[in-house]
């Protein structure tokens, strides 16, 4: 035999292996090799469902922790200026009293000095003092609503419920203003109907 013969007999040999060794590598790919496959993808495709969901779960508590802190930010502010207002309102309550007082004690040396009749003044008076009382009553309620701030739900209601308590403050103190000057103008109007109890004993 020589190499040519040779030759092309191991070179029909080796081509007509090649359709064998296809076949043989398809004979690997078996339906249970298929089924793994099948239940690899799945399983990868439920991993990457799972790592959305658990990054929406994520950004929702990020989310809900900015909203907490913020209206933990807004809640403080609020506080801060409601604060100031019962601060301003006591002072004016105190300032009433202050006047009421002064006022008092002028109509005493009215009645003591010149004999006035000072009954409408003393009535302006009372009704100044229970309104200012009416008023601080009011300002312990309000106060207390700051303290409610920081477990409210809604802060904005409690809020609110502080400003109409506020107006009611106000009130209370325009009344006792107005019975104030209702004071001094009875005042004023029973000194000029008498005169000096000295004068009155030289004569």
Known sequence: MNFRKLGVILSSAVFLGLPFQVFAQDLTVTPSTRRDKVEERMENRQEKLQERQDKMEERKVQVEARRTEKQKQIVERMKGKLAEVVGRMNKISQKLREHVGKLRNRTAEAAKNRGADTSKVEAALVEAEKHIGLA????????????????????????????????????????????????????????????????????
């Open 136 to 203: 601080e009553t009011a300002i312990a309620e309000v106060k207390s609503k700051l303290s409610e701030l920081d477990s409210a739900d809604k802060p904005k209601d409690t809020a609110q419920t502080f400003r109409t308590g506020v107006q009611s403050i106000h009130t209370h103190f325009k009344e006792t203003r107005q019975n104030l000057v209702s004071a001094v103008k009875a005042l004023k109007d029973a000194v000029k109907e008498t005169r000096p109890t000295g004068a009155a004993e030289e004569q």
